[in-house]
Structures are given as structure tokens and as C-alpha cells.
């Protein structure tokens, strides 16, 4: 079962030349198509003199989605080179973006291919490419009672507590690497009186 993804840590730069064009580009970490359009709005205000903001982003761990967008650009010379960086170093939850700045020769739909292709590599390129873990999360009630068998399998497992609230009776939430889901549920499930709920 496949319960890792590869994404970037933090927003990384690059830049590619071609006959007085230039092509600035932008690799972001995002969690939601939302983000895509206040980023690109940002952009466009920061490099207002720019021609085109062309871009791609893969977003989701299991089911990936993705979306590649040419900007005005003769089809398939930007938003799928760029998707095609993404797509060879497998990362996902990344918006790409190459903002062009013409100037003033054609670059031929090859040459446009390349430049936006080199420009989107040179920003991932400098990125830090981080390994991250997909897991779900379990929501638990309990009395304390059943407090430290609770706990302790938490410790055992090495889970990671995301939420607690403990008044009259006790609530906490964990997440559990995916692999490891069904077997630590089972387990919850064994400790008497632990209600196990898991989020929708």
C-alpha cells in the first residue's frame, strides 16, 4: 500500500533566458485549488508588465489532480511542459508558475516548449524536496478509566496525538500512518469501553 508522497517544503525560484525573453518561475506548496488563485493574483501584481503567467499544479495524495494552463500561449507550449516537471519528479501539492516577460523575437513553438520545460526545472531544481508520511486520523472517547491502556498504546504505536479534550469524559484524536491504519483501529477497538469514531 502506498501511504508516502513527495511535495516541496517551501516556495523555491528559477530562471531560463531565450532571445530576450525571460521566464521567471515559481514552485509553491499548496494544500487546495483555493490557494492557486490568490498566488497567481500576487503574481500578476508583482509582475504586471509580464505577458503571460503560465502554469501547472498536481494536488491530492491518493487521488491526484492536476491542472496545466497555457496563458494565452499557443497550446501545449507552457501549462503542459511545466506539468510535465512535476510529473517527472512525482511531486504533488505543488503549484508551478513561469511568468514571461517577451522580448520582442518569436521563439517558435519549440522553442516556447523548451523555455517554459527549462524555467519550470530550474525552480524545482532548487526546491527541497521532502517525503511526507499519509495518515488518517482516529477520534477516540473514553472515561479515565481506560486513560493510561489509551495512552499507552498510543506510545507503543508511536502515534501522534492531534487533538485532546478531557472534561467528564475524554476525547482525543491521533493520526496513524495509513499502512498502519486497520491494525491500530483493531486495537482500539480491543480496549473495553473506547469508542472508536472515524471522521468522514
Not at 489532480?65 to 501545449?76: K, M, V
Not at 508551478?96 to 525552480?123: C, E, K, M, P, Q
Not at 511526507?132 to 504505536?157: C, D, G, H, P, Q
Amino acid at each position: 500500500m502506498k501511504d508516502t508522497f513527495y511535495t516541496i517544503e517551501k516556495e523555491s525560484k528559477g530562471y531560463f533566458k531565450d532571445r530576450g525573453s525571460k521566464f521567471l518561475s515559481f514552485a509553491f506548496p499548496i494544500q487546495s485549488e483555493k490557494e492557486v488563485k490568490s498566488i497567481l493574483s500576487e503574481l500578476k501584481k508583482s509582475h504586471h508588465s509580464a505577458r503571460h503567467y503560465c502554469y501547472a499544479w498536481r494536488i491530492g495524495t491518493e487521488e491526484i489532480r492536476f491542472r496545466a494552463n497555457d496563458d494565452g500561449e499557443p497550446s501545449s507550449t507552457a501549462g503542459k511542459p511545466i506539468l510535465g516537471q512535476l510529473l517527472s519528479i512525482d511531486v504533488t501539492n505543488v503549484l508551478l508558475v513561469v511568468v514571461r516577460y517577451f522580448g520582442g523575437t518569436l521563439l517558435g513553438v519549440s522553442g516556447l516548449i523548451n523555455a517554459y520545460r527549462s524555467a519550470a526545472a530550474d525552480a524545482l531544481k532548487n526546491a527541497d524536496i521532502i517525503h511526507k508520511i499519509i495518515e488518517k486520523e482516529i477520534l477516540l472517547e473514553f472515561t479515565y478509566n481506560e486513560m493510561s491502556e489509551v495512552m499507552n498504546l498510543i506510545k507503543l504505536e508511536g502515534l501522534q496525538v492531534v487533538n485532546t479534550q478531557f472534561e467528564v469524559d475524554c476525547k482525543l484524536t491521533c493520526s496513524v500512518r495509513k499502512s498502519e491504519y486497520k491494525k491500530v483501529l483493531k486495537k482500539f477497538k480491543q480496549i473495553y469501553k473506547v469508542k472508536v469514531i472515524i471522521p468522514e
